[in-house]
């Protein structure tokens, strides 16, 4: 529940088992495996859904482009960002906000 909210709390931040491993000491093995047991996903795929769950939020109700949308939530690129996005929803980023 801890590490839930911590990244429900740092979506922005770059979230990976290494940096869960450091602020929770356990080690990464058992985080990747408590994540797997727990949500039947990767620790990089829930992640991934915190942000683009944050990103449709964003996308209705803030005036940010979807470059600067990429950017805040640590996606070092907007095609990858779209890219996710869309496979998530169905949808491109820029038809979801129109």
């Known amino acids: 529940d801890r590490m839930i909210n911590y990244i429900d709390e740092h979506y922005s931040d770059k979230i990976t088992p290494e940096s869960l ?25 829930y992640v991934h859904s915190v942000k683009l769950n944050h990103a449709t939020e964003l996308l209705s109700n803030s005036a940010m482009n979807i470059s600067q949308i990429a950017d805040y939530l640590g996606y070092s690129s907007v095609y990858y960002f779209s890219k996710l ?8 980023p820029s038809k979801y906000k129109a």
């Open 21 to 45: 491993s450091e602020r929770f000491g356990l080690s990464k093995e058992h985080i990747c495996a408590l994540f797997k047991e727990q949500f039947d996903v990767s620790v990089s795929e």
């Open 85 to 92: 996005f869309k496979a998530r929803f169905g949808v491109s």
